[in-house]
């Protein structure tokens, strides 16, 4: 069987050499979840065939919900095993390697190198991002989404781009930050009561989002939702490599809100991120109050 019989629709819309562009592209997953599997497989259906997983987690009862190689067979196998597994039933001349734990910052810069675009999608804020900030610094192709609830934001980082905005400035959250700092920084009670956008726009229940205040819940999230956010994520990437369409690029960032029936591509601007940054503040100043509204 001809693996190029798989794609042949694609080149209803792309010619060969624009096909051939995607499945010579190397990319990085970090974080094999929700956003990361779903894209992982949608790229693959796409003709990309090369990938580097790297995910620690195995699959639990809560993932069902949500996560695309979560199954009743696959419950307690490592995520990157399984995803491997599925590539290579939908492309058995694609090359995946699989890293089953989570890496240090450094050690995942120096994989960077091999990579043309980085998807950060790990199971922790603060670790994206640094993941992010790293792709930009070593001149990377690099993408995130953030699915909460009823809500989220698609988020692309274009590598030497003059004058770049940072992750950090994006997410209106402090530069400069290690990442320690900035995990203990982003799971304060107050900051996360900053947050509210999790209820007003991604429609969580007021009594579920303070016990995730208080670290007794995790982030609430539909799967029709997920693998939407997931599909915008990869028509950008496929956009990008292949120049087809005009790619949604930082400070521009995709806003969906299905509740509100809204998706729309909207422009970063400076007064949001010194908003997002000051209410933050404001929120994590215990004597003002503001982190016990909910």
Known sequence: MNAREFFE??????????????????????????????????????????????????????????????FIDTLGMYKVDVIKDQILKINPSAKVQTINRKLSLDELEKLMDDYD????????????????MIAQKKGKLSVTAMPVGLTGYVMMFAPNKEKPISPAELFGIPGGMSYEELSEFLDRRENKCGREWYVTDGKWRVDYFRKWMDGEAAIAQLCANVWLMSSFMCMEIIKYFTGVGDPVLAPKIWQMIPSKNRIKAVKFRWRTYWFNKLALKAFSIRFLGLGNRW
């Open 9 to 70: 629709r694609n080149l209803g819309i792309f010619f060969e050499d624009e096909q051939a562009i995607l499945e010579s592209k190397k990319v990085m997953i970090v974080g094999a979840g929700g956003i990361g599997g779903t894209c992982t497989i949608i790229l693959a259906r796409t003709g990309i065939k090369n990938f580097l997983l790297i995910d620690g987690g195995k699959y639990d009862p809560p993932d069902m919900n949500r996560q695309i190689g979560c």
């Open 117 to 132: 675009i980085v998807i950060a999608e790990a199971d922790d804020l603060a670790y994206s991002t640094h993941a992010l």
